[in-house]
């Protein structure tokens, strides 16, 4: 039997989260979920956290490429660096993607390799920062911390946490919700508003390039903790899997830009990393209570966008019981 080269085969089932993550939740490739309805239920992961052509890359013209660059100049010169980089090698994709449709010749090897490169494109690179942490994840799973003692590991460590909350649905409608309430924005900037829009999908992944540079930057100033929980609670995750618990955050309005961070990541059900700005949880390093777990649980819960891990139904229903400003059924 010949061997399929998936190179070429289209990919239009998008993870938002990563599958291979949501897997340390799973029984064999099913888990507990809570659904958009808030009906609790198990699945495989495989049909979790994605949407169809999510990462879907749009042809970029001169105006495209203009008010991405624009956007990168916000960021220091050696990111504007690395933006340009990754943005050239969009263009290049894109002219090919261009000359293919301009061209009048029609094929079912051209019109796929044209698929090929809008839908796969993105999604490839996701799964380049992927693939560069399934050590790191798998050891953290295992209870062993020191292998983010080694530099390359960090490095793909926070570059993975910098594209993980970038990435998301939830950021994505978030940052569209802010754009279509800024009113002032549309109406003095109608073009630029829609370019933004339309360019989205590499203007989070320029975000997520920051993010990631910025998590490692402040490695030695920012608190590490890697906590294991002993409890017979799980830890559970979301669609939104990485988010900020920061005391301050908590007690802003969900519309109000955070100015400080302290990231709660949940690696697994007996693991989690959290990467913070304040001491409020450098406590936890040593042990953490059951309460605590509950706690960071429920932050989980109300910063979900649709669905909510777990490797038990207790600790969903047990979740659901307690948060009674749910709305989602």
Not at 40 to 62: C, H, M, Q
């Amino acid at each position: 039997m010949a061997r399929v080269d998936k190179s070429k085969q289209v990919k239009r089932n998008h993870h938002y989260v990563w599958s291979h993550y949501l897997k340390n939740w799973a029984e064999g490739n099913d888990l507990f979920y809570i659904s958009k309805k808030g009906k609790i239920a198990k699945d495989s992961v495989k049909g979790l956290a994605k949407e169809t052509d999510f990462y879907k890359i749009s042809p970029l013209n001169e105006e495209d490429v203009d008010i991405i660059r624009r956007f990168s100049k916000l960021s220091p010169p050696f990111l504007q660096e690395e933006h340009e980089s990754q943005l050239n090698h969009f263009i290049k994709l894109s002219s090919i993607s261009k000359l293919i449709n301009s061209s009048g010749i029609s094929s079912d090897e051209i019109n796929k390799l044209d698929k090929v490169i809008k839908h796969n494109s993105l999604e490839n690179m996701h799964s380049i920062y992927e693939d560069l942490t399934v050590e790191v994840i798998g050891a953290l799973c295992r209870g062993d911390r020191t292998v983010l003692d080694e530099t390359q590991n960090m490095i793909a460590f926070c570059s993975y946490i910098g594209h993980q909350i970038s990435r998301t649905k939830n950021f994505k409608d978030k940052a569209k919700q802010a754009l279509d309430g800024n009113v002032s924005l549309r109406k003095q900037y109608p073009k630029e508003a829609r370019l933004l829009e339309r360019n989205w999908w590499f203007i989070s992944y320029m975000l997520g390039i920051n993010i990631g540079f910025s998590l490692y930057e402040s490695k030695d100033r920012d608190n590490h903790i890697f906590i294991e929980n002993k409890t017979e609670t799980p830890f559970i995750t979301s669609d939104h899997p990485i988010i900020n618990v920061h005391l301050d955050v908590l007690n802003k309005a969900e519309d109000e830009v955070p100015e400080r961070s302290d990231f709660y990541f949940p690696v697994s059900p007996k693991y989690a990393y959290m990467i913070n700005h304040s001491s409020e949880y450098n406590g936890l390093e040593g042990s953490i209570s059951k309460e605590m777990v509950k706690k960071l649980n429920g932050h989980v819960y109300e910063k979900s966008y649709i669905n909510v891990f777990s490797s038990n139904i207790e600790s969903l229903e047990e979740i659901k019981a307690h948060n009674k400003a749910d709305q989602r059924g």
